[in-house]
């Protein structure tokens, strides 16, 4: 029994690589709620490890990652073809209940190249870069529970996390269930980006040039492909999502999310070259998914958003394992990272005015549709002086413009 007890690693013990720290969770605190959101994710796997090592009673090591932060486990998510544990639903009891704490936060493990999972999971990470992980009964089975909490205490009381495979999850349930008028709070750490590895290249010009070229080929492909009144019903769909805002955190080192960075800070650039329009379609399309819409696939990329709350982890790590590890964002030592906030809204109405007009002012002619997109980014950091975290906006820009490209 000691053995089994010596073999466990120190990365699944709470007490040995956990956020220790955190003995007071300040809910209004965002490094707080990403730790705390990670830890849960990290109880998912431990659940799966705990079932795969047969540890049970005092060898189990998962319920230290929950009850921590006083959560309880309310029901583990099991996949139907490998009877893997492959989320959990955890419900939050604390004496003094905070408003800012959320009741209930359902987390999504990723891959776990072990023998008795390695196989299901390989398989639900193809369907993921091939946009097909909405036919898997993972993720039907996912829906099924996120619904049925929603129907029990409402969308804006419940957190969404997950971690590289098992943020593709909640990525792709955010997007259905905002569509459907419940947008939540959502956690997505490493999320994969399948593309190519463009945000490794190191000379600035011809990563923009290559970026430049991209946007400009599925600007010109979505063009040909549709016509104008399906362009618009595209258009419409994607941007009914900018309300809702899910965290991203991302670290350089890891290709797997990397592309995330490039993907949001383009933007900017383009509307800085006067190539917002051709933008504001391509941002909404990649060349893989736009490939497998003309051979009948489905065309709407689940990586692609039209805004987060973007988080770079800029502190040194040694190898990819690290830089893809959820240990990262709980570390104590997570100074060194950025924040920004990305959000394009789109606004399309015939009564909508571009500009204030006097009360008694008459239109003569109906006005055409037109758009509003708004980009801002804000940062976020430590102020060394007072050791709280502030935010400010760095740049914004706001581009109107007739529907029509």
């Known amino acids: 029994m000691a053995k089994q007890e010596a073999a466990v690693p120190e990365r699944e013990i709470f007490s040995l690589s956990g956020p220790l720290y955190l003995t007071a969770v300040d809910w209004k605190n965002p490094h707080h709620r990403r730790a705390v959101a990670a830890s849960l994710v990290r109880g998912v796997y431990i659940l799966e490890r705990d079932h795969q090592e047969n540890r049970l009673g005092h060898q189990a090591q998962a319920s230290p990652w929950w009850n921590f932060f006083h959560f309880q486990l309310s029901h ?3 996949d139907d073809v490998d009877y893997s544990v492959f989320g959990a639903i955890y419900e939050y009891h604390s004496f003094a209940f905070d408003c800012n704490a959320p009741k209930f936060v359902i987390a999504f493990r990723g891959t776990i190249k072990k023998p008795h999972t390695k196989s299901r999971d390989l398989k639900l990470d193809l369907q993921c870069i091939s946009n097909r992980l909405h036919q898997s009964s993972r993720f039907q089975l996912s829906m099924q ?15 969404l996390a997950g971690h590289s495979l098992g943020s593709a999850i909640p990525l792709l349930a955010g997007k259905n269930m905002t569509k459907m008028g419940y947008p939540m709070e959502t956690y997505l750490f490493n999320p994969p980006f399948p593309s190519a590895p ?5 000379n600035e010009k011809v990563k923009h040039g290559i970026r430049v070229a991209s946007s400009v080929v599925k600007a ?9 009144n399906q362009r618009s019903q595209k258009d419409d769909s994607f941007y009914a999502l900018s309300e809702w805002v899910p965290g991203l955190f991302v670290n350089p080192a890891d290709h797997i999310c990397s592309e995330y960075i490039g993907y949001f800070e383009h933007r900017k650039k383009m509307e800085k070259i006067g190539g917002s329009k051709i933008e ?8 893989g998914s736009m490939i497998s819409g003309v051979f009948g696939g489905d065309s709407e990329a689940l990586h692609l958003l039209p805004s987060a709350n973007l988080t770079i982890n800029l502190s040194h790590c040694p190898d990819f394992k690290r830089a893809h590890g959820i240990h990262q964002w709980w570390d104590p030592n997570f100074l060194a990272a950025i924040a920004a906030s990305f959000k394009f809204e789109s606004v399309s109405s015939p009564r909508l005015l571009p500009l204030p007009f006097p009360s008694d002012f008459k239109i003569q002619q109906p006005l055409l549709p037109w758009c509003m997109v708004v980009v801002r980014e804000e940062a976020q950091g430590i102020n060394l002086d007072s050791g709280k975290t502030e935010e400010k906006v760095v740049d914004s820009a706001v581009v109107t413009g007739h529907r029509a490209l």
Request: proline share 0%; net charge positive; no cysteine.
């Open 220 to 228: 010109g492909f979505a063009v040909a492909k549709q016509g104008q």
């Open 280 to 287: 504001r379609l391509a941002t909404q399309y990649s060349i």
């Open 145 to 159: 529970a996120i619904q049925n909490v929603i129907s029990l205490v409402g969308a804006a009381n419940i957190w």
């Open 198 to 202: 463009i945000e490794r290249i190191n």
């Open 76 to 78: 583990m998510l099991i």
